[in-house]
């Protein structure tokens, strides 16, 4: 395989840019291939305790969605969002926002970006935090919709005899969104509330 000539950035040549453009075009165009593959592997990693693992968690909030007839964006969000969890575990929310950022709505990730705060509501008084944690965005034209987020599709996803939609189901959707122009303004609606529908 060819290589660029540099050891340091600083020393590389246009030549050696074209060849690293070409390569990372190939590499983005796998993304969604690759969070598939993360996805999966969640199925035998999981947090011990949980009655399901950490994909069936993300089958069930994306089935939840998909069944309320959100739109393809909310649900790849929806799968997606928990995708942190083994990698980033203090702060998953922000993790799998920020790989959703560049192609999905601005409300929805955000409503991703924040719903561990969000969550807080169903749990935090069981170890003495705040539960009302997410009263701080009450001003955030996004609040409802990360309430309703969290509500409909996320807390309630924890169920061994829920009948989830395979994984094969949502990857089609997923190819869809990650195969996006990064960063399109038409796509990402910046302030545009919608709450969750399509």
């Not at 909030?61 to 007839?69: F, K, M, N």
């Not at 790989?99 to 409503?111: G, N, Q």
């Not at 001003?139 to 309430?147: G, H, L, R, W």
Request: overall charge negative; proline content about 5%; glycine content about 6%.
């Amino acid at each position: 395989m060819k290589t660029v000539s540099f050891t340091q950035m600083k020393d590389g040549t246009r030549d050696d840019y074209q060849l690293l453009r070409e390569f990372e075009t190939e590499h983005f165009e796998g993304t969604a291939g690759r969070l598939l593959r993360e996805l999966a592997a969640q199925g035998d990693e999981t947090i011990p305790g949980y009655k399901i693992s950490r994909l069936e968690h993300a089958l069930q909030s994306a089935t939840r969605a998909y069944e309320d007839g959100a739109g393809v964006d909310w649900v790849v969000a929806t799968l997606l969002h928990d995708i942190g969890d083994g990698l980033a575990p203090q702060n998953h929310d922000r993790f799998a926002a920020e790989v959703l950022r560049p192609f999905i709505r601005d409300e929805i990730t955000w409503a991703v970006e924040h719903h561990g705060a969000f969550q807080m509501v169903y749990y935090a008084h069981h170890y003495d935090w705040n539960p009302n944690e997410r009263e701080k965005y009450k001003d955030c034209p996004y609040y409802q919709t990360s309430v309703d987020f969290c509500e409909k599709w996320d807390q309630n996803s924890f169920d061994p005899e829920y009948a989830s939609k395979p994984l094969s189901f949502f990857a089609g959707m997923v190819d869809e969104v990650f195969a996006r122009p990064a960063y399109d303004e038409d796509v990402l609606c910046m302030g545009e509330v919608r709450g969750l529908r399509p």
